[in-house]
Structure formats: structure tokens, C-alpha cells
């Protein structure tokens, strides 16, 4: 964004999506672009491939709008973003397990989500999903952002504990106790 641009508030870009006003793509782009691009490349760790998912997700973002009208839209975004990153990773490993920062998380979690089934299907089914939710609002505002960060975003550890002035050490320690936690709720409502 130059110097002296406009940048309209949230609201306001997705009145223009309601409009079906072109420009809303653009305001997107503009004020998201690095954002959606992030969150793509924490999962596929592919300039190419990350942008094209961040294209798709201004796509997916001009056909959800309407009907879906979106309470927070940055958030709104981040999930398509991350949802269409899952699927090109799930496309491009259908032969082999790749490497990088997503297998860790989803290993990570397999601890506490799955008992021998796939843990990306099991976190995203929506059922486990809003109890993931709530249990994340329960933590303590440090640990819910280390968590979220992780197991959201696909940060790796490192970037993480910069981000928050922490050690690695420090950041796996609470994300290890943060998963136990989860266990324990994932267990007491049924899941496991």
C-alpha cells in the first residue's frame, strides 16, 4: 500500500462483496495479501503454491459472500486460506508424507485428537472443532495465543517463542501442557 492510500475498514469490504462490487477483491488483496500469504507459506512452504492458494482464497471469499456474512473477516479469511493450504499439502503428499512444519502439528496433536485416524479429518470435523473452541478460550491469554499460533497458523516453535520473548524450550513445555489439558477435555466430552 502507497503512502496516503485509503485502507477501508473490514466492514466496509464486505459491503463491497455483498455488492458484488469487483473492487472488494482488490481491497482484500491490498489489506490481506501478506496476511493470507503467511498462513499459506507456514503450511506449504512454497512461494508458488501459497500464492496460489491466496488466490483461490480471494475466489472461495466472492462466493461465500453472500450468503455468509462474515463476523470477523480476518479470521474469515485465515480459515479459508488455511483450509485450501491443507487440501494443496493433502494433494501434493498423496504419495508420500512430506516434510515441513505441518506434519510436526498434526503429530503433535495426533497425541491428544486421534486414536489411529487421520487427525487432520478428526480436528476439522465441526463437532470437535467448536470443543477445541471452547477449550481454547479457557486458557490463559499467553497460552491460548501460543496454542492458537501452533496449531492455527502452523508457526513453527521457534518463530513462536521469538514472537513472545520465550524460549523454545519454554513454548514447547506450555504447548505440551496445553495438549495434556486438551486430552483431558477431549476425554471427558466423549472424543477419546
Not at 502507497?2 to 482484500?28: F, H, M, P, R
Not at 482464497?57 to 485450501?84: D, E, G
Request: net charge negative.
Amino acid at each position: 500500500m502507497g503512502k496516503g492510500e485509503i485502507v477501508l475498514e473490514d466492514s466496509q469490504i464486505v459491503e463491497l462483496y455483498w455488492q458484488k462490487n469487483a473492487d472488494a477483491i482488490s481491497e482484500t488483496a491490498n489489506k490481506y495479501g501478506p496476511y493470507c500469504f503467511t498462513i499459506a507459506d507456514n503450511i506449504l512452504h512454497c512461494a508458488e503454491d501459497s500464492e496460489e492458494c491466496v488466490n483461490d482464497t480471494w475466489l472461495h471469499t466472492w462466493n461465500a459472500i453472500p450468503p455468509q456474512k462474515p463476523n470477523v473477516f480476518r479470521m474469515f479469511l485465515a480459515k479459508i486460506t488455511r483450509n485450501l493450504s491443507f487440501n494443496r499439502f493433502n494433494a501434493r503428499c498423496v504419495d508420500k508424507r512430506g516434510g515441513g512444519e505441518i506434519i510436526l502439528v498434526l503429530d503433535e496433536l495426533g497425541e491428544c485428537v486421534a486414536g489411529g485416524s487421520d487427525v487432520e479429518t478428526a480436528y476439522e470435523a465441526a463437532e470437535l472443532e467448536q470443543c477445541i473452541c471452547r477449550f481454547v478460550r479457557t486458557l490463559p491469554e499467553r497460552d491460548r495465543n501460543v496454542f492458537v499460533r501452533r496449531y492455527f497458523f502452523t508457526e513453527p516453535i521457534p518463530a513462536i517463542a521469538e514472537r513472545y520473548g520465550l524460549t523454545v524450550n519454554n513454548i514447547t513445555v506450555i504447548l505440551s501442557r496445553t495438549r495434556k489439558k486438551l486430552k483431558v477435555e477431549l476425554t471427558k466430552e466423549g472424543y477419546l
